[in-house]
């Protein structure tokens, strides 16, 4: 504990500090509880997200399976050309927002390629537009977890060290003044016995 003036302009700092910290606390731990719960909403979207894929990539190569053609696509033939995203606000906290994507698709003969080559690049985007939100909701919950960690630390800081330590000066500063105040009176007392003392005795040494 850092030493302090044993003042009353130290104890109002203190009593200031102490209000300020009370008054902060609460909206730190809200704001740390809305990180928890919205970390966890998108960790269950990705999951969801990511679960879809894996669903649809089963139904892809089943799919494809049953023309017995699956040389004929390959996965170069579809890429991401542009991600789009935008921005949102989360407890203070920019996050990027998954919007979307445009896609590329390889030059292949519609005469030497089998029909189902469209409906599989389709599906492919599909695919490739899943992982890009996967990727994107992971950032979210990078971005939010980061901020987490620095407001525990605060609510930390203040719960455990901040205001107790506040209070145990605030304490102290009282005790020490109260016991300024009573010595005050004690020596006040003393000096009033030693005046009327010297005053009767000079009385008497008159008469």
């Not at 008054?23 to 909403?41: D, G, N, W």
């Amino acid at each position: 504990m850092a030493k302090i003036k044993l003042t009353k302009n130290e104890q109002k700092v203190q009593k200031d500090a102490l209000k300020m910290y009370q008054r902060y606390l609460p909206t730190l731990t809200l704001k740390k509880q809305q990180l928890q719960t919205e970390i966890r909403t998108i960790e269950a979207k990705a999951r969801e997200v990511r679960a879809q894929r894996v669903a649809l990539e089963k139904e892809f190569s089943e799919w494809i399976s049953v023309f017995g053609e699956e040389d004929a696509f390959k996965p170069d033939m579809v890429t991401v050309s542009n991600i789009k995203k935008g921005f949102g606000n989360i407890a203070g906290v920019t996050i990027p927002v998954y919007e979307g994507a445009d896609f590329s698709r390889g030059d292949y003969d519609l005469y030497e390629t089998p029909l189902w080559i469209d409906l599989a690049a389709d599906r492919m985007e599909k695919a490739l537009s899943l992982d890009l939100e996967a990727d994107v909701l992971d950032e979210q919950v990078r971005l939010l977890s980061q901020e987490l960690r620095t407001t525990t630390q605060r609510v930390n800081l203040f719960e455990k060290v901040k205001i107790p330590e506040t209070k145990a000066n605030i304490k102290k500063i009282s005790v020490y003044l109260g016991d300024e105040q009573v010595a005050s009176v004690v020596r006040s007392k003393i000096s009033k016995k030693k005046l009327q003392a010297n005053a009767d005795a000079a009385q008497e040494a008159a008469e």
